[in-house]
């Protein structure tokens, strides 16, 4: 299957620092990828779609000005959460597809002191 | 609005005898249809797909058997190894909406020896 990397696999910060994570597609170029977030027991929720040369597509209830997503290039995506606070302490994976199958980072988990 | 649902959020099993995982949908825009193996703190590892013009795939192990009639899917995994232990999502392809996946809220399998 194709690679998705992700860095950092995890980082600590300060409540009111920014954070960003990087997302390759390291065997394939992506036009499109996606970011995701998973609490703890529950289900990953998308939160934006983020599309090669243009602006992210975010979910419902998903502050964009909060989460900052750049794709600057067919191989690389970047979240930075903005001014982060404990409540966005989550685990954050990022996906891409080379065709039909969207395959995933390894996760970042973010901890918010 | 859970449009992916995964009603039994775990599932254990002796080793050597088969897993049957569940999954339900609303969507009927959805067109192709995923199962992905997840660990805790790492990203979900792809397992098994089906478009939603077949109603059957297999692949080793695994096998997807979709009921378009019914909005039902599940994944067969025979024989059960200890290593299949870990949390499995069915996820839901939207073909009309940027390809967005729709994920159920997982089930946890373990297999006992």
């Known amino acids: 299957g194709a690679v998705v990397s992700q860095h950092p696999s995890w980082v600590i910060c300060k409540s009111g620092t920014s954070v960003k994570i990087e997302c390759r597609s390291l065997?394939?170029?992506?036009?499109?990828m996606f970011w995701y977030r998973q609490f703890p027991k529950q289900s990953l929720m998308l939160m934006a779609t983020s599309n090669e040369g243009s602006k992210a597509t975010y979910e419902q209830g998903v502050e964009k000005d909060k989460f900052l997503i750049n794709h600057a290039s067919l191989t690389l995506s970047t979240l930075t959460v903005t001014s982060a606070h404990p409540e966005d302490s989550s685990f954050y994976i990022c996906s891409a597809r080379p065709q039909d199958t969207q395959y995933f980072g390894p996760g970042t988990r973010l901890t918010v002191l | 609005d859970q449009q992916v649902k995964q009603n039994s959020p775990s599932l254990s099993v002796q080793e050597g005898r088969i897993s049957i995982l569940n999954c339900d949908y609303t969507n009927s825009m959805f067109d192709y249809f995923l199962w992905y193996k997840k660990y805790p703190a790492e990203g979900p590892t792809f397992l098994i797909s089906?478009?939603?013009?077949?109603d059957k795939n297999e692949d080793g192990r695994f096998t997807v058997f979709l009921n378009k009639s019914a909005k039902h899917l599940s994944l067969h995994i025979v024989p059960s190894q200890p290593g299949d232990s870990a949390v499995y999502f069915c996820?839901?392809?939207?073909?009309?909406?940027?390809?967005?996946?729709?994920f159920g809220a997982g089930t946890t399998v373990t297999v006992r020896a």
């Open positions: 996820a839901a392809r939207d073909g009309v909406n940027d390809y967005k996946l729709s």
């Open positions: 065997d394939f170029q992506a036009t499109t």
């Open positions: 089906i478009s939603s013009i077949k």
